[in-house]
């Protein structure tokens, strides 16, 4: 209950409407309260209504009025409503004629910008048309000089062809020539230790184009060869024979190592065969001299360029002594082992060069296979 709400105390007599009352709510009492006067007031209107004429006849002018007042403004409804129509007529037409002048304005320039658009869309046209037209000629022009130049690089490789193949052709008559003659020289051992010796000449310019070769073998007690290149002289004695290089070879090697002062060491070749209890790049030492014995040395050339770098490293560190037996061993046991690596090393580049061969063939079979498609003889 608010506590500013002010209370009124009455009394009722005693009847059942009043106990009736008595037992509603307060809310119930408020409202029944409420209608109660409602009700009262109406009732007394409703008497007036019946008692009172002049009332009745008050009314009915106010209800004539009323409608003369309704009939007057439905009236000024309907007029409105004419000038409404009219009013929206006259907007209509006069939207249209804005949206007609509108139309008209805008087509006539878009009609104008479509003219251009049109005109440079058919000069763009003949431009691409002509770019077209130069980019087949171009086209043409560069085809026809390629193929010019493809003709002209085969004619030169076709005549490559022909002059290598004449070369070569050349070349096997003069093998065929010095097979035909090495097969007249295996019956005299002298003269296929002179086909050796030159076989052995021959490579060594080849391998080493900056040293001096010089042939010694018409010279007792100078090997076949000596080879220099600056301070480095070496010693070659070359054996051509069928069978193992037998010791008194090997004793006049020696020889010849200790009686040449001018000699810093000493190669020992079998051309064909191995040496007489010699391991192939058997190291030894003479008179404080290296020597190295190569066998079979026409299967493995290599090995001389191998024997030649032994040489040139152990002359060229001076902490090296030869004459100490330990520092011997070492090498001597290092030696073959270089060699392994040596031959692993070329056996992987005999590898590598067989892939490389084969991606080459692949590839021109592939090139070829496109000039077929292009129509061009390959």
């Not at 002298?190 to 900056?210: D, S, Y």
């Amino acid at each position: 209950m608010n506590t500013d709400e002010v209370l009124v105390d009455f009394s009722l007599p005693n009847n059942p409407d009043t106990l009736n009352f008595i037992k509603l709510s307060r809310l119930d009492k408020l409202k029944a309260i409420a209608l109660g006067m409602r009700f009262l007031s109406l009732g007394i209107q409703q008497q007036q209504l019946w008692d009172n004429s002049q009332w009745e006849e008050r009314l009915e002018q106010v209800k004539t009025q009323e409608q003369g007042k309704l009939i007057i403004l439905q009236e000024k409804i309907q007029l409105e409503k004419l000038k409404t129509q009219k009013l929206i007529k006259t907007q209509q037409s006069e939207v249209d004629a804005i949206i007609e002048g509108v139309r008209n304005r805008t087509e006539s320039k878009f009609k104008g910008e479509i003219t251009t658009l049109n005109n440079n869309m058919e000069r763009m046209q003949n431009k691409i048309n002509l770019h077209q037209t130069e980019k087949a000629q171009l086209y043409k022009s560069l085809n026809d000089d390629f193929y010019c130049k493809f003709l002209s690089k085969e004619q030169l490789w076709e005549s490559k062809i022909e002059r290598i193949r004449n070369d070569y052709e050349k070349k096997l008559e003069k093998e065929r020539e010095i097979t035909t003659a090495c097969i007249l020289t295996t019956k005299h051992s002298t003269i296929k230790g002179q086909a050796g010796e030159e076989f052995t000449h021959h490579e060594l310019n080849r391998r080493f184009p900056t040293a001096e070769i010089e042939d010694t073998h018409k010279q007792t007690g100078r090997g076949d060869f000596i080879m220099k290149e600056k301070d480095f002289s070496m010693l070659i004695e070359t054996k051509n024979y069928k069978k193992n290089v037998t010791k008194p070879e090997i004793d006049k090697f020696y020889r010849d190592m200790e009686t040449n002062n001018d000699i810093q060491c000493g190669l020992f070749l079998s051309l064909k065969s191995g040496i007489c209890s010699r391991e192939d790049l058997h190291l030894e030492v003479i008179n404080g001299k290296p020597i190295i014995f190569i066998h079979n040395c026409l299967e493995n050339m290599e090995n001389i360029d191998f024997a030649v770098r032994i040489f040139k490293l152990i002359l060229n560190t001076d902490s090296i002594d030869l004459s100490n037996k330990e520092v011997y061993e070492k090498i001597k046991n290092t030696i073959p082992m270089v060699k392994r690596y040596w031959n692993r090393i070329r056996s992987k580049i005999q590898k590598f060069e067989k892939d490389m061969t084969q991606c080459v063939i692949e590839q021109e079979i592939m090139i070829r296979d496109i000039f077929k498609l292009l129509g061009f003889n390959y």
